[in-house]
């Protein structure tokens, strides 16, 4: 259904050049990403500089016209979901990588550059980006500023907010907001970058972002260690940072259910590596020689061994080998193949309340379907826990989503945790925020949206739900 006026889409076809807008049939050669809803709206502008952006959001205000921008499209929770009716902003040809600095240790890229991109080219410099995701090769800049994304290295270089220096964007009336700082210290007034940071687009379209790096380690080495409990790993994380040699890069915990889909899938083993541990956790270091980091991930074997004498592990001992154990965390897709569109879900849990929170989480869920036995992974050394039924979303009634949903966050809160660590809000999460926040932090939230955004023309109903006036 189109429901946009022949007159508009003329305007923004002039703004943008016929070639850079998609609608009716041609939107089948987009592709929509984890939902085919992302492209609901079934017209889809591709501008190429801020400007353009600047002048197709103007466009949408005069003409009442919501807009939904897109990045990668990889988001988990309907942030990037539109209707008809709302035009898509797509910001793939805002794909340019502006500079890389060495020196400063700084990137500046438009919203559109993938994280895979930035790596690479950080490469070059033997930089990095302090921030890693699986969805590396589709995930943008631009829409991990406006999720704040975490992902694999977050205890240690922290998520997007704190990679940030400076950012671009265009506000809903169509001004260019531009703090394009490159240098860590700035005290100079309001720090408003980070209104946007976050926001899920709902208060300004991301275009270019200052990007902090980080020196890339000269060698790395992996292991994964298989051990009876969530304490026995979180040792293992300690250890890892009091190492004597290098630094600690990853601590990714895989539960038992989803380690014996993913091992089972890619026909993984290894002698003497029991496939039945409680928990299995791939820990990696950075450092300036290999073999030296795999003498001292030798040595924290060792002790753990002292520990736990049933422990095991792998130490891979090829570029081809550490690929492989990564593997076993990263492919998540066989998930969903196996259970289409699985309910996921994405909470913080202080690291000394994961052992608690788990033992009762699984039982309640154990207790509300004796079939459920959920995929559970996470970022440990932050306490950032993925679960992902075992049942297809189909399967899973509204009355059952709702229970599963008290399960999980019935004390997360007070537990000092939080319902969404790195997934954002978008329209599934809406409900659990107006749930867990007080009503002085959602007036402060309304107060912010329309003050920067008063007729709802950017992402509208996402993250806060829209109010009548």
């Not at 592709?31 to 801020?50: I, K």
């Not at 895979?116 to 969805?135: F, N, V, W, Y």
């Not at 000269?218 to 293992?236: H, M, Q």
Request: with cysteine; net charge negative; glycine share 10%.
């Amino acid at each position: 259904m189109d429901c946009l006026k022949p007159e508009f889409k003329a305007e923004i076809r002039k703004i943008v050049g016929d070639g850079n807008f998609k609608d009716g049939e041609a939107i089948s050669t987009i592709d929509h990403g984890v939902s085919p809803d992302n492209l609901g709206a079934r017209a889809v502008v591709f501008p190429t500089t801020t400007d353009e952006v600047a002048a197709v959001v103007k466009c949408c205000r005069a003409n009442g016209v919501p807009l939904v921008t897109h990045g990668g499209r990889t988001g988990l929770v309907g942030g990037a979901v539109s209707r008809p009716g709302e035009l898509v902003l797509s910001t793939a040809r805002l794909n340019r990588i502006l500079q890389i600095s060495p020196i400063e240790r700084v990137a500046v890229v438009e919203a559109g550059v993938t994280l895979q991109a930035l790596q690479a080219a950080a490469a070059e410099h033997r930089l990095e980006t302090g921030i890693d995701l699986p969805s590396r090769g589709s995930a943008t800049i631009g829409g991990m500023a406006s999720t704040n994304a975490g992902g694999i290295a977050a205890f240690r270089f922290g998520v997007m907010r704190h990679r940030i220096l400076g950012l671009e964007a265009v506000l809903a009336d169509g001004s260019i907001y531009s703090d394009m700082t490159r240098v860590v210290k700035n005290a100079t007034g309001y720090d408003l970058k980070h209104l946007f940071v976050g926001a899920e687009g709902t208060l300004g379209i991301v275009t270019r972002i200052a990007v902090k790096l980080e020196p890339q380690p000269a060698a790395t080495a992996t292991v994964l260690f298989g051990l009876p409990s969530v304490n026995a790993a979180l040792a293992v994380v300690r250890r890892g940072l009091d190492a004597e040699y290098g630094q600690l890069r990853a601590a990714e915990a895989i539960w038992n259910s989803y380690f014996r889909l993913t091992s089972g899938h890619h026909a993984w083993s290894a002698m003497d590596y029991s496939p039945d541990h409680a928990l299995n956790l791939l820990v990696s270091l950075g450092g300036p020689e290999e073999g030296a980091l795999q003498s001292e991930l030798e040595r924290i074997y060792e002790d753990v061994i002292a520990d736990h004498p049933d422990a095991s592990a792998v130490i891979a001992s090829s570029g081809a080998q550490e690929a492989d154990l990564w593997r076993l965390r990263e492919d998540t897709d066989l998930i969903y193949r196996k259970h289409a569109n699985a309910p996921s879900y994405d909470v913080s849990v202080p690291l000394s309340e994961i052992g608690a929170y788990l033992d009762r989480c699984l039982a309640d869920l154990r207790e509300l379907d004796a079939t459920l036995d959920p995929y559970v992974f996470g970022h440990l050394a932050d306490g950032n826990l993925h679960i992902v039924l075992n049942a297809a979303g189909s399967d899973v009634s509204a009355e059952k989503a709702k229970a599963v949903e008290t399960i999980l966050y019935r004390d997360i809160v007070s537990i000092g945790g939080a319902f969404s660590a790195e997934h954002g809000i978008g329209i599934k999460r809406v409900g659990q925020l107006l749930d867990t926040s007080s009503p002085v932090k959602l007036a402060l939230m309304h107060r912010v949206k329309d003050t920067l955004d008063a007729d709802a023309v950017l992402n509208p109903g996402k993250v806060l739900r829209l109010r009548s006036f």
